[in-house]
C-alpha cells in the first residue's frame, strides 16, 4: 500500500541555519503531496502541498518540490527561527482515496 | 470563517466505557475524516464521512464507529475502551468530493486518557 517515510528526528539547528528534512513516498498513480506542521497541543496545519510533478509548493519561507523520478517531497527552509520549533509530517492522498497517509513525522528544535 | 471544532479537548475515562468525540467541520465542507495519533503509531486513518455515508474505513477493530449528520457535523463513537485507545483523535474536514482536490484542515483535536 501507500506509504511515506520521513528522516526521524529529532533534528537541532541554531536560528538562521538551514533546513533540509527528507521524505519519500510510496504510491500508486500520482498522489498530492503535503507538508503538515504540528505546534505543542495543537492540531495539525498545513504547511505547503503540491499536487502534480515538478510542482513546487511554498509558505512561510518553507518549500518542497514534487519530484516523481526519486518519489521525494523534501522540506527546505533557507535560515530557520525558533519558531519554526515544532513537529513536521510528510503526507500524501491518493487520487481516488480522502485517507491522508502521513510520515512518522520530525520534531525540530531550534536554538536561539 | 470558523474552522473545524472538535469537542471536548480532553477528555478521562475507565477501562471498559465508552466514550463519544464531536467534530464540526468547516461551514460548507462536507467531507470528514476522523485520524488517531499515539506516540508508537503516528498518524492513523480511521473513517471518512462524505454526505452521511462511510466513504472509506482504516484499519481498526469495530469498537470505533462514527456518523455524520445533515449538516456535516460527524461524531465518533469508541466502545469498551482499552487503555491503548488513549490518544489525540483528530477530525479533518474537505470542502468537496474526491474530484475536486482541495486541501484537509484539521481541528485541534480532542485528548483521550483511558485510565
Known amino acids: 500500500g501507500d506509504s511515506v517515510t520521513q528522516m526521524e528526528g529529532p533534528v537541532t539547528l541554531s536560528e538562521e541555519a538551514f533546513l533540509t528534512i527528507n521524505c519519500t513516498y510510496t504510491a500508486t498513480g500520482y498522489p498530492s503531496l503535503f507538508w503538515y506542521v504540528q505546534y505543542p497541543g495543537e492540531g495539525l496545519q498545513l504547511l505547503l502541498k503540491?499536487?502534480?510533478?515538478?510542482d513546487k509548493g511554498s509558505n512561510k519561507g518553507f518549500e518542497a518540490t514534487y519530484r516523481k523520478e526519486t518519489t521525494s517531497f523534501h522540506l527546505e527552509k533557507g535560515s530557520v527561527q525558533v519558531s519554526d520549533s515544532a513537529v513536521y509530517f510528510c503526507?500524501?492522498?491518493?487520487?481516488?482515496?480522502?485517507?491522508?497517509?502521513f510520515g512518522k513525522g520530525t520534531r525540530l528544535h531550534i536554538l536561539p | 470563517k470558523a474552522g473545524v471544532t472538535q469537542t471536548p479537548r480532553y477528555l478521562i475515562k475507565t477501562r471498559g466505557q465508552q466514550v463519544t468525540l464531536s467534530c464540526s467541520p468547516i461551514?460548507?465542507?462536507?467531507?470528514v475524516s476522523w485520524y488517531q495519533q499515539t506516540p508508537g503509531q503516528g498518524l492513523q486513518f480511521l473513517f471518512e464521512y462524505f454526505s452521511e455515508t462511510q466513504r472509506n474505513k482504516g484499519n481498526f477493530p469495530g469498537r470505533f464507529s462514527g456518523r455524520q449528520f445533515s449538516n456535516s457535523r460527524s461524531e465518533m463513537n469508541v466502545s469498551t475502551l482499552e487503555l491503548g485507545d488513549s490518544a489525540l483523535y483528530l477530525c479533518?474536514?474537505?470542502?468537496?468530493?474526491?474530484?475536486?482536490?482541495?486541501?484537509?484542515?484539521f481541528g485541534q483535536g480532542t485528548r483521550l486518557t483511558v485510565v
Open positions: 461551514s460548507g465542507h462536507r467531507s
Open positions: 479533518a474536514s474537505r470542502k468537496g468530493s474526491r474530484r475536486e482536490n482541495t486541501e484537509a484542515f
Open positions: 503540491a499536487t502534480k510533478a515538478d
Open positions: 503526507a500524501l492522498r491518493g487520487r481516488e482515496d480522502d485517507k491522508i497517509i
